[in-house]
């Protein structure tokens, strides 16, 4: 198992509990003349990190964490991006989930993750990856599996960045997100008074992949 990428899927959480912190699968494969070179590169997979951004109060405050724990499967070592990524499977240890603040982390896996159904990793895999740079992705989350769509890039020294957002709301997680909110109540109470922690979270997969030529 090779540990890695950098998923979401917001694939997550939540809040601030201290002091504040789709597209269709394109039918041409051909990778894009950006993608190809004079010299054949092979693609292999280094480090993976993946970060996600959750919502407070009305004005949107972030709250940003990453998971430490990333379990990646079937990535392909090959000269061809799209057969490189297409099929990878992930895991992410909920309890593995960091945000410099070790309260608000020991809340989330308890009120959030820890009121889930089945959900010690969040896991899913890569469905496609379009050479318009769209691609779509299943998260597996709380006994349920849903697909979402991301966008992708890939720069010059080879990093690939994958962007993508969740609603947890559709993978019943309501109740979850209810029950942080609760231990939480004081920290997701804005200036004006309101109550709010949004049910949608950001993510960003930042992934090296080290090229063989």
């Known amino acids: 198992m090779r540990k890695a ?3 979401f899927v917001t694939l997550f959480m939540f809040s601030s509990c ?5 597209n269709n699968v394109g039918e041409n494969k051909s990778v894009s003349s950006n993608l190809k070179t004079a010299v054949i590169t092979t693609y292999t997979l280094g480090d993976v990190n993946v970060k996600w951004s959750a919502f407070k109060h009305m004005s949107k405050a972030i709250v940003g964490g990453e998971f430490k724990e990333i379990i990646i499967t079937d990535f392909k070592d090959s000269n061809d991006l799209y057969t490189a990524i297409e099929g990878l499977s992930f895991q992410l240890g909920v309890n593995s989930t960091k945000t410099g603040d070790t309260l608000r982390d020991y809340k989330i896996y308890t009120s ?7 959900t010690k990793y969040i896991s899913g895999n890569i ?9 779509r992705v299943l998260i597996k989350m709380n006994d349920v599996a849903k697909e979402v769509d991301f966008s992708w890039d890939i720069d010059q020294t080879h990093e690939f960045f994958l962007k993508t957002s969740i609603d947890v709301f559709n993978w019943d997680a309501k109740k979850s997100l209810n029950n942080l909110n609760d231990v939480c109540l004081e920290k997701h109470t804005g200036p004006d008074g309101v109550n709010m922690l949004w049910p949608n979270v950001d993510v960003i997969v930042i992934a090296k992949l ?4």
């Open 5 to 7: 990428i950098y998923i």
């Open 18 to 22: 201290s002091n504040d912190v789709s």
């Open 112 to 118: 959030f993750f820890g009121t889930m159904l089945n």
């Open 127 to 135: 469905i496609s990856l379009n050479n318009d740079k769209t691609g």
């Open 210 to 213: 080290n090229p063989l030529n």
